[in-house]
């Protein structure tokens, strides 16, 4: 019985209670203020400061110029170190292939 | 609202990401087109047929005179060579039967041993003999260093038994 009670009454208060959502003043001041202190802040550490840094670098035209042809430079240097090495293992099965012709021992091998 | 806006600060990092991203495009571009060129050569030698041919060419370079008498060389030599692999495979499969047949050394298997030496003898002296020719066609430098890469094939002992036995006959 005083479970039933306790939710009538349970019922009776939800039913009266109002909410009223009352922004408090200077809400939105507060917050672009708060943006504002992390924002500096954030602009303050050597982290960003650094990025900024190497942003300014790259966005100057003779820089961004720089690393592009760096990079190109760079993809030629990896390819001729491994074309280096496909062009002296595809050598070296072309000699096997060659002595294959002219040993008979080693033509039988390869079979 | 006050006025504060962090698109200015973000802008640069996001313009300096794209230069970044262009050098990296550059890198990989710069790469596939380095790397399909410079293994073109090879790679084209590798695909045909006789490109162990070209590869001497290029090895030992061969002028066209000095390729085309190997090249001839080569193809009176190629006969010879499956007839001495035809010989390599009778003997050692002689000398294999004869080694399960019997549990000690009989005449047979002495018999058998010597064939495969002479056979061996035989292969050595063949390929010596075009090796020789082959080279007397170079000049001197690539003559000597094509002998020193061939001599290992004659010198060295490479080739068991039972690869041999196993294959069947030469074509």
Known sequence: MST???????????AAWQVDPRIPTGFQREVWQRIAVEETARQASFKFQFIDWVAGLLLTPRYATAIIIAGAFLGI?????GAMNTNSRSMKNL????????????HIASR | MIPISTSHH?????????????????????????????THHVKMMMSRPAGEMDWLRTEFHLTDDQFAKITALHKAYKPK???????????????DRLINDNKNMTPAVEAALKQCAIVQEDCHRAM??????????MNPPDRDR??????????????????????????
């Not at chain 2, 050098?23 to 790469?31: G, K, P, S, T, Y």
């Not at chain 2, 499956?82 to 050692?92: L, Y």
């Not at chain 2, 010596?128 to 066609?137: F, K, M, Q, R, T």
């Open chain 2, 146 to 171: 094509y002998l020193q890469m061939m001599k290992q094939w004659i010198i060295e002992p490479r080739l068991g038994m039972n690869a041999a036995v196993s294959k069947p006959p030469h074509d």
């Open chain 2, 81 to 95: 060579c499956g007839v001495m692999c035809q010989r390599i495979m009778e003997a050692n499969a002689n000398l």
């Open chain 2, 10 to 38: 973000a802008e640069a990092p996001r313009k300096a990401a794209l230069v970044f991203l262009a050098a990296l495009a550059a890198a990989a571009v710069a790469f596939c087109l380095y790397y399909h060129f410079a």
């Open chain 1, 4 to 14: 039933i009670d306790d939710d009538a009454i349970l019922k009776k208060k939800l």
């Open chain 1, 95 to 106: 000699e096997t292939r060659y002595i294959g012709t002219v040993d008979p021992y080693q």
């Open chain 2, 128 to 137: 010596l003999g075009h090796i020789y020719a082959v080279g007397a066609e």
């Open chain 1, 77 to 81: 240097g990896v390819a001729q170190v």
